[in-house]
């Protein structure tokens, strides 16, 4: 009602907590590295191992914190200034953290920021319960844009879906969702499933794209940037860009509903391995290739790759059964 929500926005929003979110720094459809908990944090209320508690947000707390673990801001400080003296170590974080990178914690906190209070709240963000409990956040909330359209593009293969994410970014689109066939076969039943994925060869896939601004004229604009870019991309029928907030929601739907949905149609006593795989955008094409190329010499013909192609970042699903001595 206001136009602003919380930046992160998991597709497991509606059963993920706060602190779940937080502590695994998840991102999500929109959100992108822009937007997550480690870019969007104000304050936070963190109690540590030793009981200690600590309210970034307060003035008091923060002077009672130094009187009382001033070796831990020592400690911080001393860590910080290591990783800058060091260029090479520098440089390593810079680059990998400009990718959706949330495997391990925030390391960049030490070079993003020099004041140890600073530098320790952004390490609790992704730090998985192992550094303290986060008691309270405070958010700097972001704007959701009023006017969206939404597009399921269906592209002759993955290469090339990919190929084209990399030219849409910057033209005005908040998200790009790529799945893949196999993910496509497992949601071609749902309700608000467009007809034609049932009907589709082989190797088809599907990215679902949206544009949002704050006003219908800069919305229209963006879409038409991204329908120039498309033009010269070889899709399997014309870009049909849909405004009817319903229609939008039954495809997010379909994407957000993926993950369960591959679990769900899975064959009994197997297992659902999921993983998690980031890369700058322009070798993303490269990256769902090569995965897809594992697949087949490995065997795994039913595994799905999905995600937020936007980011350079996609999940790839295969329900392996251990039952089987092979599998294991
Ligand atoms: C269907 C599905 C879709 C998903 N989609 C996305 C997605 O689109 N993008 C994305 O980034 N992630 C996604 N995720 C993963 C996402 O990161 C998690 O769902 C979410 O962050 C977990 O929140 P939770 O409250 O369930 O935390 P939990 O699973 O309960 O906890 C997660 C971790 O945080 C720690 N923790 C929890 N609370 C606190 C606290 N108060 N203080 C300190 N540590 C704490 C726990 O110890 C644990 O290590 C998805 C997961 C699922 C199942």
Redesign the pocket.
């Known amino acids: 009602a206001h136009g602003r929500k919380i930046g ?5 929003i509606h ?15 929109c ?1 992108g590295t822009d937007q997550n908990s480690y870019r969007t944090l104000k304050s936070m209320r ?1 109690v540590l191992a030793d009981g200690s508690l600590l309210d970034t947000g307060s003035t008091e707390s923060r002077d009672a914190f130094a009187k009382s673990r001033p070796d831990l801001l020592e400690g911080v400080k001393r860590l910080s200034e290591q990783v800058r003296g060091n260029p090479e170590l520098s440089e390593l974080i810079h680059r990998k953290y400009k990718i959706k990178n ?1 495997t391990g914690y925030s390391l960049n906190a030490l070079l993003d920021f020099e004041d140890p209070f600073e530098i320790l709240e952004h390490l ?1 963000i992704g ?4 550094l ?4 309270e956040i405070t958010y700097h909330t972001v704007p959701e844009p009023e006017f969206k359209s939404t597009a399921f593009l269906l592209f002759p293969n993955l290469v090339e879906a990919c190929a084209t994410v990399a030219e849409l970014r910057g033209k005005g689109v908040q998200a790009v969702e790529l799945i893949d066939r196999t993910g496509l076969r497992s949601v071609e039943n749902q309700s608000g499933a467009p007809e034609t994925i049932r009907n589709l060869g082989d190797d088809a896939c599907a990215l679902l794209v949206e544009c949002a601004a704050e006003t219908e004229n800069e919305r229209s604009l963006k879409q038409a940037a991204v329908e120039k870019v498309l033009a010269d991309c070889s899709l399997l029928e014309p870009a049909d860009f849909r405004t009817d907030p319903k229609e939008s929601e039954a495809l997010w739907k379909l994407r ?1 509903g993926l ?2 949905s591959v679990g769900s149609v899975r064959e009994t006593g197997s297992t659902v391995v999921i993983e998690d795989v980031a890369v700058q955008i322009e070798s993303l094409a490269e990256l769902a290739g090569s995965l897809q190329q594992l697949f087949r010499k490995h065997g795994y013909e039913k595994a799905v790759i999905f995600g ?1 192609a936007l980011e350079g970042n996609l999940h790839f699903v295969f329900t392996p059964d251990f039952n089987l001595p092979e599998e294991v």
């Open positions: 992160p926005d998991p597709a497991s059963s993920a907590m706060i602190g779940g979110i937080a502590a695994n720094n998840a991102s999500g459809m959100c963190v949330t609790m730090s998985e319960g192992t303290g409990f986060i008691a957000k993950f369960p937020h």
